[in-house]
């Protein structure tokens, strides 16, 4: 297993860095910069007093290491843990909103997880979130054909404390080095995002993603939340939430945690169905205004 610091202390200094301006972009850019970009930040979704309280859960969560490295370290299923705070963000309305208009669709939660970057973390390989077969590491589930994952970092991101990776564009690439099942330690078009805690990164599952070294003398906390919409189910079933955990969810979450095998598709579907549309601006470039 390779265990290699992906980029060096002296080249994140110079590493290619995201220039959006990202609080003015409207709804239209928003969505426009996710579907081509691969990625979007929108800033400033937390305050501080939550940040605060979801600090405070989390660091009291029981957190195991990843195989390469003692310094990256996280705890799944956050939703059934004892964190209010932290679970209430898996429905935020802002986010909500953002990922309805995106979909256009019903909401399925599939993950929520907490990640730690510690000092002396390696960095994470590049690589996706879907795999269109499943996989060892994420099972059938990463075999749904859309989803979203939602970075709510709850630290500042700087150059030397673990700041988001990402390949734009790379979702859209045909070309056998964008299998989704390939890992890269880095890349020559790799771009560095920082941004402030309370801030989100939301990221399409396709697109080559990671994050640098930790160089700080800090942690750098995350929550991670993924979304996905009620059509776009994995490709077999996979294991369920369990429903008196569902109900015990807050009202306002509980419907997201609908089953995972949620698929709404027609396998049937005929060369020329009944009634078809003339009008879809979903699939329209005009959804990404001027």
């Given at each position: 297993?390779?265990?290699?610091?992906?980029n060096s202390r002296t080249s994140i200094h110079s590493a290619r860095r995201a220039d959006t301006d990202w609080a003015s972009l409207?709804?239209?850019?928003?969505?426009?910069?996710?579907?081509?970009?691969?990625?979007?930040?929108?800033?400033?979704?937390?305050?501080?007093?939550?940040?605060?309280?979801?600090?405070?859960?989390?660091?009291?969560?029981?957190?195991?290491?990843?195989?390469?490295?003692?310094?990256?370290?996280?705890?799944?299923?956050?939703?059934?843990?004892?964190?209010?705070?932290?679970?209430?963000?898996?429905?935020?309305?802002?986010?909500?909103?953002?990922?309805?208009?995106?979909?256009?669709?019903?909401?399925?939660?599939?993950?929520?997880?907490?990640?730690?970057?510690?000092?002396?973390?390696?960095?994470?390989?590049?690589?996706?979130?879907?795999?269109?077969?499943?996989?060892?590491?994420?099972?059938?589930?990463?075999?749904?054909?859309?989803?979203?994952?939602?970075?709510?970092?709850?630290?500042?991101?700087?150059?030397?404390?673990?700041?988001?990776?990402?390949?734009?564009?790379?979702?859209?690439?045909?070309?056998?080095?964008?299998?989704?099942?390939?890992?890269?330690?880095?890349?020559?078009?790799e771009v560095m995002v920082t941004c402030q805690a309370g801030s989100a990164v939301i990221i399409n599952q396709k697109v080559f993603?990671?994050?640098?070294?930790?160089?700080?003398?800090?942690?750098?906390?995350?929550?991670?939340?993924?979304?996905?919409?009620?059509?776009?189910?994995?490709?077999?079933?996979?294991?369920?939430?369990?429903?008196?955990?569902?109900?015990?969810?807050?009202?306002?979450?509980?419907?997201?945690?609908?089953?995972?095998?949620?698929?709404?598709?027609?396998?049937?579907?005929?060369?020329?169905?009944?009634?078809?549309?003339?009008?879809?601006?979903?699939?329209?470039?005009?959804?990404?205004?001027?």
């Amino acid at each position: 297993m390779d265990v290699s610091f992906t980029n060096s202390r002296t080249s994140i200094h110079s590493a290619r860095r995201a220039d959006t301006d990202w609080a003015s972009l409207t709804l239209p850019q928003r969505i426009r910069s996710i579907e081509l970009e691969g990625y979007v930040v929108i800033p400033d979704l937390l305050s501080a007093t939550q940040l605060d309280a979801i600090r405070d859960e989390l660091s009291r969560l029981p957190t195991t290491a990843v195989d390469y490295s003692e310094h990256q370290r996280g705890c799944p299923n956050v939703q059934w843990t004892d964190s209010p705070a932290a679970i209430r963000v898996i429905a935020l309305p802002a986010m909500i909103e953002f990922l309805t208009a995106l979909f256009g669709d019903e909401l399925v939660c599939t993950s929520c997880a907490y990640a730690v970057s510690q000092p002396g973390h390696p960095g994470i390989a590049i690589h996706t979130d879907a795999q269109p077969y499943g996989s060892k590491i994420f099972g059938l589930a990463a075999s749904a054909p859309c989803l979203v994952r939602v970075l709510y970092y709850l630290d500042d991101l700087t150059p030397e404390r673990s700041p988001f990776k990402v390949i734009p564009k790379s979702h859209l690439s045909l070309h056998s080095d964008g299998n989704p099942y390939r890992r890269y330690l880095s890349h020559d078009d790799e771009v560095m995002v920082t941004c402030q805690a309370g801030s989100a990164v939301i990221i399409n599952q396709k697109v080559f993603h990671a994050n640098y070294p930790n160089y700080s003398d800090r942690d750098r906390r995350m929550l991670a939340i993924a979304y996905r919409p009620a059509w776009a189910g994995p490709i077999g079933d996979v294991p369920d939430h369990d429903s008196e955990r569902v109900g015990g969810l807050p009202p306002e979450v509980r419907p997201l945690f609908r089953s995972l095998n949620t698929r709404q598709i027609e396998y049937d579907l005929p060369n020329r169905p009944d009634n078809m549309a003339r009008h879809a601006p979903g699939i329209s470039p005009r959804r990404w205004g001027s």
